[in-house]
């Protein structure tokens, strides 16, 4: 373990480093606020107190973290994927990382980070364990007070953070250090319990200290880190500057001015009101008031002093107002201050350009972080509670599940992982959707990754499987429902339908009841079962010649006996209609030919005396 004394003036090499920085973030603080008058107190009056114009500042800062906050989807590998067991293993360890994020509060946390990040010029994430919940978690730190170094990787290798604390607060939690953390020294007097002290966190790879700097470096706590990396991922915003600066540090002076010409042009718009009147010389009574009477000879004389604003000025709020903006990297399209002559999709595309290229850099930047800050409470978990059996349920991509795992076996030494925001990124949800179908049109995509890409949560395997049950339901519903449709001509054939239409009246019946379609169909399709032939009385032995059915032979074979409908030698086939006469034909005469009465109906004579006879045959084939 680093000395205290070593652990002390690296910190406060630190602090003086970001010096500057400190200053910066202070004043976006204050204008964040409203307190831009606690800055610049001399540029205010009593009357007007506060800035009289929109806090631009503020309003540029959370519209952006709105829009970069949202968390991307998480993709674990395991192995080569080429397998099932492989693609299982990458689902679990998915649904691990997601409940990481979960118990986390990630999603909400992210809103402060992406704030961080535009506003301060960086955003740090600290890996912590929860013994209670047995699980590591990610917390969004307040940069307000950090201090780090990183190596020429990026990667953080002493990381310093102060907060404040009272010192009767202190004593109540740490009371083994009452002593020294009450008092001032050896013969001065006791420190009071509302004193505000100094607390310290300082992490590097040989673990965390807290400690008080103010009370002779008291160390309250060690802890050795259970990884191997110090569990700090600080994301800064890229420049050319050596010490990271927010995106309105420049922009507070154009809010200052802004905020001045606004009183300016208030105090000019008050005066003109109250200017002094001008009245002729013989005037010698001034009457106030909405009825007054002035008498004069020149009444065209009367009126108030012209107080003139410059024309100029107005100017200058204008260009004021545009070069905030410029500053902030924040287009009037994001407050509908659009004007006329560029309302087209190319106009506002121009316009949202550089506000979406802000939202790319910053995706790229936050998804190297969530997977560095993921990847170490893999390690976490696997370091602290190897061999606990662990239930955890959630929600992935708009589905609820329930895993048991084990963190040796099923993370084991494999702890890499990955994030993506999707090609979409920096795009509107209505952008990526109509880009989407594009791609998806000209069959350059899969719809996997149409799905994937997507700008809300769906489970890419869950749908498809779901797609599939859908148009199989729909296939077999309209498959009954054709069978249904030519019940007409079935029945003009002389088709028995009765069956299909039990079978159908069931299926309703299943339906109510709650049934699922494809169940209810099958039930109610099911053929009935043959009935069991009778055995007839037993011990009759065989039959002799001469009994039985009259020839000799057995009844309906033909041999002696009448044949037996539906038998080989009945004139009725086994349908029940006749044999050799078409479907639909069995009221006609044979061969199809027309019956008596038509006949009859086509006799005509064309002198009235001479019969004509006529007969045809016709015959229809009914349509499906």
Not at 505 to 529: D, F, N, W, Y
């Amino acid at each position: 373990m680093t000395s205290i004394e070593d652990i002390e003036t690296r910190r406060r090499a630190l602090k003086e480093r970001f010096t500057e920085r400190d200053k910066a973030m202070d004043m976006v603080s204050l204008v964040r606020r409203g307190d831009i008058d606690k800055l610049f107190p001399d540029l205010f009056s009593d009357d007007i107190p506060k800035s009289v114009v929109a806090n631009l500042v503020d309003v540029a800062a959370r519209d952006l973290a709105e829009v970069m906050a949202p968390l991307p989807n998480l993709a674990c590998a395991s192995g080569s994927m080429k397998t099932d067991a492989d693609r299982a293993r990458a689902s679990r360890k998915n649904r691990i990382g997601n409940h990481y994020w979960d118990c986390s509060q990630l999603e909400r946390q992210m809103f402060y980070f992406a704030d961080s990040y535009n506003s301060h010029g960086f955003g740090v994430f600290v890996v912590e364990p929860d013994f209670k919940k047995m699980a590591p978690r990610i917390r969004v730190e307040n940069p307000i007070g950090c201090y780090y170094q990183l190596d020429r990787w990026g990667v953080p290798v002493e990381f310093a953070k102060e907060t404040m604390a009272q010192a009767g607060e202190l004593a109540a939690m740490y009371p083994e250090y009452r002593g020294q953390i009450l008092s001032l020294g050896e013969g001065k007097r006791q420190r009071t319990n509302n004193s505000w002290l100094t607390i310290v966190r300082y992490a590097d790879s040989d673990g965390t200290t807290v400690y008080l700097p103010e009370c002779s470096n008291a160390v309250l706590a060690h802890a050795s880190h259970p990884t191997k990396r110090v569990p700090v991922i600080v994301v800064e915003r890229f420049g050319l500057e050596r010490v990271p600066r927010g995106q309105f540090d420049d922009v507070l002076w154009v809010q200052l001015a802004r905020s001045l010409m606004a009183l300016y042009q208030l105090s000019a718009a008050e005066k003109s009101v109250n200017a002094p009147i001008a009245l002729p010389d013989d005037v010698t009574e001034v009457n106030i008031g909405p009825d007054a009477v002035l008498r004069t000879s020149n009444p065209q004389g009367i009126q108030r002093v012209r107080l003139d604003v410059p024309r100029d000025s107005w100017m200058l709020a204008d260009q004021l107002d545009r070069e905030s903006k410029q500053g902030a990297r924040y287009p009037d399209a994001r407050t509908g201050g659009v004007k006329g002559s560029i309302i087209t999709g190319r106009g506002v595309e121009a316009m949202l350009g550089g506000f979406d290229s802000q939202i790319k850099t910053a995706q790229v930047l936050f998804k190297q972080a969530l997977e560095t800050a993921t990847s170490i409470c893999f390690e976490m978990d696997v370091a602290l509670w190897p061999n606990i059996k662990k239930t955890i349920n959630g929600t992935m991509s708009g589905k609820s599940f329930e895993i048991q795992y084990v963190p040796a076996r099923d993370i084991s030494d494999n702890t890499n992982c990955s994030v993506t925001y999707g090609f979409a990124a920096g795009m509107t949800p209505s952008q990526a959707i109509v880009t989407l179908l594009q791609l998806r049109g000209d069959k350059l995509i899969q719809r996997d990754t149409f799905r994937r890409a997507l700008p809300f949560d769906v489970d890419p395997e869950e749908e498809q499987r779901g797609l599939d049950l859908e148009n199989l339901e729909d296939g077999l519903l309209q498959g009954f429902l054709a069978l249904m449709q030519g019940l007409g001509p079935m029945m003009a054939q002389g088709v028995d339908v009765t069956k299909i239409l039990e079978s159908a009246s069931k299926v309703i019946e299943l339906r109510q009841k709650g049934t699922p379609l494809h169940k209810a169909i099958q039930e109610a399709m099911q053929p009935e079962a043959p009935p069991e032939a009778d055995a007839g009385p037993p011990d009759q032995g065989p039959a002799q010649p001469g009994t039985g059915a009259p020839g000799g032979g057995p009844e309906g074979s033909g041999e002696g006996g009448p044949p037996v409908a539906g038998g080989p030698g009945s004139p009725i086939g086994p349908t029940g209609q006749p044999r050799g006469v078409a479907p639909g034909q069995i009221a006609s005469g044979p061969g199809g030919m027309p019956g008596i009465m038509s006949l009859i109906s086509e006799m005509k004579g064309k002198t009235g005396s001479t019969p004509n006879m006529q007969a045809g045959i016709m015959r229809k084939i009914p349509t499906g």
